[in-house]
C-alpha cells in the first residue's frame, strides 16, 4: 500500500501536465494505481476509521482512472459469442475471486468485487468497489466510483449513477445493510448510511429534498439519508406562476426494526410501511 502511495505526486503532476505521460516512470504509476483498484487494495473513498466521521474521497486515485482512458487505445474485445469495441478490459477470474457473476454480467477492469458478492446480469463500472454478500440483482447499473458495502442488496433496474469528475467530488456511497428497491435511482454523490431501505421507484439526487416525516415536524435533508431509514417516493406542493404542482421528494416514513435486519426479512420491513419492493 505504501508503493502505491508513493504515485500520489506522479499522478496529480501528469493531471496537470499530460506531457508527462511520455515518460515511462508516469505511464507505469497509472497502471500501478489501476492494478491496485483492481485488488482492491485502494479505493476511489476510504470509509472513517471511527463512528460519526466522515468518508475520504482521494481525488488523486480518480486522475489515475482519467488518465488511464487517455492511455488505453481503443480495441474489439472477444468473449465467447460477445463482441466489444472499447478501452477498459473486464475483469476477469470470477471464481478465484469468490464472485458469482451470472452471463451477461460485467465488470470493468478497475473496479473490485469482494468475495462472496452476486452479480445478476448487471453492470458495474471502472473504480467500484462492492462488499462481499451484496447482490447487483439484473440490470442494475454501478457507476464508475460508487461505494457499495456488504449485505446491501441492489434490486432489478437500479441505477447507481457514477461520478468521475470533478475528481474531488464526492462517489455514490451505499453503506452496509442497505436494501435498494427496484428502479430505484442513486446519483450526484448521494450517500446511503448503512442499513437504509429504500422503496420502489425513489430517485435521489444531490439536490432531492429528503424529508422525515416521522416527528411532528418535517425534517429536510439532502444528499443523505440517515442511518436504518426507510424512504419512499413523495411529492410536495410548488407554486408556480402558471399555478400550484407537485415536485417529486422522498419521505422518511419510519426506521427498521430490529425484527427486519436480515436480509430475508427486508421484505417485510417494506410491508409494515406499506412500501412497494
Not at 13 to 38: G, I, M, N
Not at 70 to 94: A, H, M, N, V, Y
Not at 108 to 129: C, D, K, T
Request: net charge negative.
Amino acid at each position: 500500500m505504501h508503493d502505491i502511495m508513493a504515485h500520489r505526486e506522479t499522478i496529480s503532476a501528469a493531471f496537470e501536465d499530460r506531457t508527462l505521460l511520455a515518460q515511462p516512470s508516469y505511464r507505469e504509476a497509472v497502471f500501478s494505481v489501476l492494478a491496485a483498484l483492481d485488488r482492491g487494495v485502494l479505493r476511489v473513498a476510504s470509509p472513517p476509521e471511527s463512528e460519526g466521521e466522515a468518508w475520504t474521497v482521494h481525488p488523486w486515485v480518480k486522475q489515475a482512472i482519467l488518465l488511464y482512458f487517455s492511455l488505453q487505445e481503443i480495441q474489439t474485445i472477444e468473449l465467447g459469442p460477445f463482441e466489444f469495441f472499447d478501452k477498459i478490459p473486464l475483469k476477469r477470474g470470477w471464481a478465484a475471486a469468490g464472485v458469482r457473476c451470472i452471463p451477461p454480467a460485467t465488470a470493468r477492469y478497475g473496479s473490485f468485487i469482494e468475495s462472496g458478492a452476486v452479480l445478476m446480469p448487471s453492470y458495474v463500472n471502472i473504480g467500484a468497489w462492492i462488499g462481499g454478500g451484496t447482490m447487483v440483482d439484473t440490470w442494475a447499473t454501478v457507476g464508475s466510483c460508487a461505494q457499495v458495502g456488504r449485505h446491501v442488496h441492489i434490486s432489478g433496474g437500479v441505477g447507481i449513477g457514477g461520478v468521475l469528475e470533478p475528481p474531488g467530488m464526492a462517489p455514490v456511497i451505499i453503506e452496509d445493510g442497505c436494501f435498494i428497491g427496484s428502479r430505484a435511482i442513486i446519483v450526484e454523490g448521494v450517500h446511503l448510511e448503512r442499513e437504509v431501505v429504500l422503496g420502489a421507484n425513489v430517485t435521489l439526487t444531490a439536490s432531492t429534498p429528503i424529508i422525515d416525516v416521522t416527528g411532528p415536524t418535517p425534517v429536510t435533508y439532502k444528499g443523505r439519508v440517515p442511518a436504518r431509514s426507510v424512504v419512499v417516493p413523495g411529492t410536495r406542493p410548488r407554486s408556480f406562476p402558471s399555478g400550484d404542482y407537485q415536485l417529486a421528494c422522498a419521505l422518511i416514513i419510519g426506521q427498521r426494526k430490529a425484527s427486519t435486519d436480515q436480509r430475508t426479512s427486508l421484505n417485510e420491513a417494506l410491508r409494515d410501511f406499506s412500501v412497494p419492493v
